[in-house]
């Protein structure tokens, strides 16, 4: 891949983490194996590294999918960036075939990411948040074929002006409190757990909340109970317990390329049976081991009559006040109107994210990308928004797109399809601006490339 002298680019990845950094060794690859002009292309992330949930790289938390849906397999089961090849760069292919085990731990996944990652630094730029995208200034007539990009350095605090034909937006899911609770000290969410609790004396830790019914609730409250031997922990959950994951093959058929299709081209009963039928494969909902291992818990403490693992279930976090270097939860019974004070040394949220939404990025230039019926952004089955003529820059989502694209939009289920139907979008648009020559005997085509 190059990089134009000029800062003007084919495609612009806003964000690189597993979706963007997918999308750039689709572009690699695409390069390497057809006889076209290569794409330039640049990314932009405004963190200082890469990484990917760091914070949730609990010691023995595992993926929850399988190896094989990886970065590129699904798309290109050859290609060198696989978890396969991977393992066969680390020399740990035969021990890890040796685990009958698709599913590997979510620490080496990360690894693997990096890994990947370390192939394509060429392209992407650390410490740089693109702050906004706006049509070219000098823009009066015809449609706007490229969009210029504010990019500030989080670091100097200068800012840049580079111009792309195409973005890919990707900057991930916003994490989610209740309404009226702020984060502080000791009022966390799972998405900085790690962060938070490496910098917290753990002595110090006497009693402790997690707030959730999902996947990452069950693992913080089984971490916190493990390290924590002199602490109670207490679980407080909206349901009445968790719920099963649901990964039965039938059901995972969900997450399958073909299924995108069914639900973008399917009418409005149809996609409300893909929520409705199969949310449950990985909306708030655990993996069966997590939920036997702790029930095992309160089990033993009943019997032992030790108890330090407390849950509350039908019951949601009404407030958090400080008291003093605690925090008092005013915990609310779904069974009554009665509040509960549960006086912690630290709360955690495990209470999900918000979908991407490219609404404030986009600043002015979103009045040229048109909404449905229910004020929501029109996506092409090419994961492209959809304009109005006076821009035809190419402006794709990676994420925010489950009202066009169902469940997979954001997961890495089919992180390497999706990657790659991007790049072929961008690859068959740009052919269909190539000019070709009209006179007779002409050997080669004019391309209008950057």
Not at 262 to 287: E, I, K, L, Q, S
Request: aromatic share 8%; hydrophobic share 35%; with cysteine.
């Amino acid at each position: 891949m190059i990089a134009c002298e000029n800062e003007y680019y084919d495609v612009v990845g806003i964000g690189f983490g597993p979706s963007n950094l997918s999308l750039s060794i689709s572009l690699e690859e695409h390069h390497a194996n057809v006889l076209t002009a290569p794409l330039s292309a640049a990314f932009f992330e405004r963190q200082p590294s890469f990484g990917w949930h760091r914070n949730m790289l609990l010691p023995s938390a595992t993926m929850q999918i399988s190896f094989l849906k990886d970065l590129v397999t699904f798309r290109n089961p050859v290609s060198r960036f696989s978890f396969v090849s991977f393992l066969h760069d680390q020399g740990r292919l035969a021990q890890f075939v040796n685990r009958k085990d698709f599913f590997p731990p979510r620490q080496e996944f990360h690894q693997y990411l990096e890994w990947a990652e370390s192939k394509m630094a060429n392209v992407v730029s650390y410490d740089s948040a693109v702050t906004g995208i706006r049509l070219p200034p000098d823009h009066t007539h015809g449609p706007a074929d490229h969009v210029r990009l504010d990019v500030r350095d989080t670091v100097g605090g200068g800012t840049r002006q580079i111009k792309a034909r195409n973005v890919v937006v990707s900057t991930g899911l916003q994490p989610r409190m209740p309404d009226g609770i702020t984060r502080d000290a000791a009022v966390w969410h799972s998405s900085e757990f790690l962060g938070r609790y490496g910098r917290t004396d753990p002595a110090k830790l006497r009693s402790v909340a997690v707030v959730g019914a999902g996947q990452s609730a069950a693992e913080i409250t089984k971490f916190l109970h493990e390290k924590l031997p002199h602490a109670q922990v207490h679980a407080i959950l909206p349901s009445y317990g968790y719920s099963v994951a649901d990964d039965t093959p039938f059901a995972n058929q969900v997450f399958d390329a073909e299924a995108v299709d069914d639900y973008h081209f399917g009418d409005g009963p149809a996609r409300d049976a893909f929520w409705r039928y199969h949310r449950n494969t990985n909306y708030g909902v655990v993996d069966d081991a997590d939920i036997r291992h702790l029930y095992q818990v309160v089990y033993d403490e009943d019997v032992t009559g030790v108890k330090r693992l407390h849950y509350s279930n039908l019951t949601k976090v009404d407030s958090v006040q400080k008291a003093g270097e605690r925090r008092r939860v005013q915990l609310r019974s779904l069974r009554g109107q009665d509040l509960k004070p549960l006086d912690v040394d630290v709360i955690v949220f495990a209470t999900g994210y918000d979908t991407m939404d490219p609404t404030a990025l986009l600043g002015d230039l979103d009045r040229h990308c048109l909404r449905d019926e229910s004020g929501r952004h029109r996506v092409t089955r090419d994961y492209r928004l959809v304009t109005t003529p006076e821009l035809a820059c190419g402006i794709y989502l990676q994420g925010g797109t489950e009202h066009t694209h169902g469940l997979t939009s954001s997961l890495l289920s089919n992180i390497a399809v999706r990657s790659g139907e991007i790049a072929d979008s961008i690859i068959q648009r740009r052919a269909e601006r190539e000019v070709v020559p009209v006179a007779a005997g002409t050997p080669t085509a004019v391309h209008e490339t950057l």
